[in-house]
């Protein structure tokens, strides 16, 4: 690991949108074998590629979702009617691709190709490409159900609802098959651990080895709920499900999945954006500390989805409300750190006054704004996070247009709007290619930010007069919803929806307009956008800040994680299980 | 560039100073958040669902019921009981797409006591304007009690997925001026 000083004229842009450093940056340890570079770039481009390909088939039936909230029905037109059978198959499958398949697929191959190339390690191809093509089977497999409208189950698939067999199979591989991915990059850090004692982990790849430890804790409630519950019974083996002990695994992993999809933008955010912008990540210490938080925090919190549902006992409700408010800590101190390296770079760019460095802030360049425009929706879902894990504030909003207005702005903007931006410098990094036109996807950035906004206003205004959640109410017989003073948030939440369309065709033009076209240069030519630091965490482990040498024993931590999650969720689960009520299965859709 | 004179920039001391200061802010906030809804809980101005509901109805053991055989239990009659103490129960069955009774009318002012089961699917049961929110389980019972103060019609609708027609899974809580 070898950091060399670059010198190089301040603010000279490149094509790809990534200026030349300024000062000190990391230099990863170079990759010699051109073989092997090759292939790890390609695979991570398979990964990306396959991701953007089921967000834009999910973002296209975005809007018909929003125009049905809006109160127009156009599941009922011909051509709609001939490719869904109804709202909820198309719910069904905005949800499964964009939250579950386009997440997962990107994160496999971001954090993957982050921590090898941060470590020059080798790891084995075979076995890269092989995870690829087994979540890849996974895909294909449960999406033979989804498009023939038996897995309308909607992505939480809450039973007795039953769903093909072959949904629960295909999703149970493609889940596992990430696992197989954390093998890979722990096994990689440990490796590297052994040949370099008494060294610090480089910051990136401590943040991304800290994200897999977190999914792989995550992950067991999901895995145990697919492969012991609802495989057996969707094959007909039992004879029936427990409904509540499938949903309460289900949240085990189902909330901390939301920072699965956050922390690798979180990576971008520390690491990178200060560099697209001129200036300094904060504190490397403080980083690690913040993953180590999140690490630990995550997943000990699913049961404040559950405040609505009977038999699990009010104080394991409350407890897990109060680790729920903890992760406001993490987040609230990323808000501190990645807010004071772009006032960092705006001050080095010549900005001035309180607020008025806002301005000196590179806003045409798509990668800078669509990370910063996610971070700035992201404090205001965050806020309306902290409302609904509030026992006492979650009945009022629980299941209404509320939540989905919640998780636009979050997971809709802070995740997907950050890999957006991520794409613009990875895809050329990886390829070679060319980013066609920063202006637009300049225009498709901050149309989407906007589209996200109004979209997430709409639903939460709604929400408050209590309209459901994933309800065909452009269709709804009884008049309910037409007594309600509804009429402004309803048009909001529609006119959102031809906002997003605008937007999702602006971006993917010029995505695949950059994936069609000729390789033009080696891509190495953009380079991974490592930043400076203004406190470095140092090289060596001995003379480091004590907050590196306490977060640097990952290992340790895991367990603990683990520990931590088996204590929280092991008597409520106990009891379940002592009381399990098996009940037969449904298909009503 | 229009920069008049050289700007200091941040530096390692005082970030980590204001980053402490901002730590002890996030944790006060925290604990604030926390207080007040527990205090919220203890005041009962929330209708919290029991821990483990509807343990003296018959059929009922551990908040669990059996979903095939509802004939033996209250939940057979759905709709409003008022016990021989004096206490108000009242008794509802969600399943595909429909909530019983159709409409339940409720005296204002008076406690009731809710215990909400489904028979097919999960349900949601959400009273708008209100704060009472409970997820309709097969096999399982929510209770909790709660007090309508004022007299009026409020809708009620299921917010849980639950199949092609879970946007018409529709009912209505009349609460009717107490005759005294």
């Known amino acids: 690991m070898t950091t060399t000083p670059l010198h190089a004229p301040p603010g000279q842009a490149s094509a790809s949108g990534i200026p030349a450093p300024t000062g000190v940056v990391r230099q990863p340890p170079p990759i010699t074998d051109a073989g092997y570079l090759a292939s790890l770039k390609k695979v991570t481009q398979y990964y990306v590629v396959t991701a953007f390909l089921a967000l834009f088939i999910g973002v296209l039936i975005g809007p018909l979702q929003a125009l049905n909230y809006g109160g127009i029905n156009v599941y009922d037109i011909p051509i709609v009617k001939a490719l869904l059978k109804s709202y909820y198959q198309g719910l069904s499958l905005h949800g499964v691709l964009n939250a579950l398949v386009f997440t997962q697929f990107f994160i496999s191959g971001w954090l993957l190709y982050l921590p090898v190339r941060d470590l020059g390690a080798r790891i084995n191809m075979r076995f890269a490409w092989f995870t690829y093509v087994l979540m890849t089977a996974g895909l294909l497999l449960a999406a033979v159900p989804l498009l023939t409208n038996r897995a309308t189950l909607l992505y939480t698939f809450y039973p007795p609802m039953q769903g093909d067999a072959l949904f629960y199979i295909g999703a149970a591989i493609m889940v596992g098959s990430s696992l197989l991915v954390v093998g890979q990059i722990v096994l990689m850090w440990w490796n590297w651990k052994r040949a370099n004692p008494g060294k610090v982990t480089p910051l990136v790849t401590f943040m991304s080895v800290a994200v897999w430890m977190m999914w792989f804790v995550a992950s067991l409630g999901i895995v145990t709920e697919v492969v012991a519950l609802l495989i057996p019974w969707s094959l007909g083996l039992v004879g029936g499900v427990d409904p509540l002990l499938s949903k309460t695994l289900f949240w085990w992993t189902g909330h901390a999945i939301v920072y699965f999809w956050v922390l690798p933008a979180y990576i971008s955010w520390y690491a990178f954006i200060p560099r697209h912008a001129g200036g300094r990540t904060v504190s490397e210490p403080l980083t690690r500390l913040v993953f180590v938080l999140f690490l630990l925090n995550s997943t000990p919190v699913g049961i404040h989805h559950q405040y609505a549902d009977p038999n699990i006992s009010n104080l394991w409700k409350t407890v897990h409300m109060f680790l729920t408010f903890m992760i406001a800590v993490p987040s609230l101190l990323t808000a501190f750190s990645v807010t004071a390296s772009l006032e960092d770079a705006a001050r080095a760019r010549g900005g001035r006054g309180l607020v008025g460095w806002v301005t000196r802030l590179p806003w045409g360049n798509a990668i800078f704004s669509a990370q910063v425009l996610a971070m700035i929706s992201f404090i205001l879902g965050g806020a309306g996070g902290v409302v609904n894990a509030s026992s006492s504030f979650s009945p009022v909003v629980h299941n209404t247009a509320w939540i989905p207005g919640h998780f636009h702005i979050t997971v809709g903007t802070a995740t997907t709007l950050s890999f957006m931006g991520i794409a613009l410098w990875l895809i050329p990094h990886l390829t070679g290619k060319r980013l066609p036109s920063m202006r637009v996807a300049s225009w498709a950035v901050w149309t989407w930010f906007v589209g996200m906004m109004v979209f997430a206003l709409g639903m939460h205004w709604q929400g408050l007069y209590g309209v459901s959640r994933r309800a065909q109410v452009s269709a709804a017989a009884p008049d309910v919803y037409r007594d309600l003073p509804i009429a402004i948030p309803t048009m909001l939440t529609a006119i959102s929806g031809v906002i997003l369309l605008i937007s999702a065709l602006l971006y993917f033009s010029v995505l695949f307009r950059m994936l069609l076209s000729p390789r033009v240069e080696n891509g190495e030519q953009t380079p991974i956008p490592y930043s400076e630091a203004i406190s470095p965490a140092g090289e060596k482990l001995a003379a480091a800040h004590p907050l590196v040498r306490l977060t640097e024993p990952l290992m340790a931590l895991w367990v603990l994680a683990l520990a931590l999650v088996l204590l929280m969720y092991g008597p409520v689960l106990a009891r379940m299980v002592a009381n399990m009520q098996l009940v037969p299965g449904w298909r009503l859709y | ?180």
């Open chain 2, 1 to 180: 560039m229009t920069s008049r004179r050289p700007v200091p920039r941040l530096e390692h001391h005082t970030l980590e100073r204001l980053e402490n200061i901002w730590l002890g802010v996030a944790i006060v906030m925290n604990v604030l958040l926390f207080t007040s809804a527990i205090a919220s809980f203890v005041s009962g101005t929330y209708p919290s669902l029991r821990g483990e509901g509807g343990h003296h109805i018959t059929g009922v053991q551990n908040g669990r019921i059996d979903p095939k055989n509802i004939a033996a239990t209250p939940f057979a009659k759905p709709g409003l009981r008022e016990n021989p103490d004096g206490t108000l129960e009242a008794f509802v069955v969600a399943k595909a797409f429909a909530f019983e009774p159709t409409v339940l009318r409720v005296p204002a002012g008076r406690p009731v006591t809710f215990h909400v089961t489904s028979l097919d699917v999960l349900h949601g049961y959400q009273v708008e304007g209100t704060n009472i929110n409970a997820t309709a389980i097969p096999g399982q019972v929510a209770s909790f009690t709660t007090t309508f103060r004022r007299p009026g019609t409020l809708s009620t609708i299921c917010n849980e997925y639950c199949g092609i027609g879970h946007h018409n899974m529709v009912t209505r809580v009349i609460v009717e001026t107490p005759q005294q």
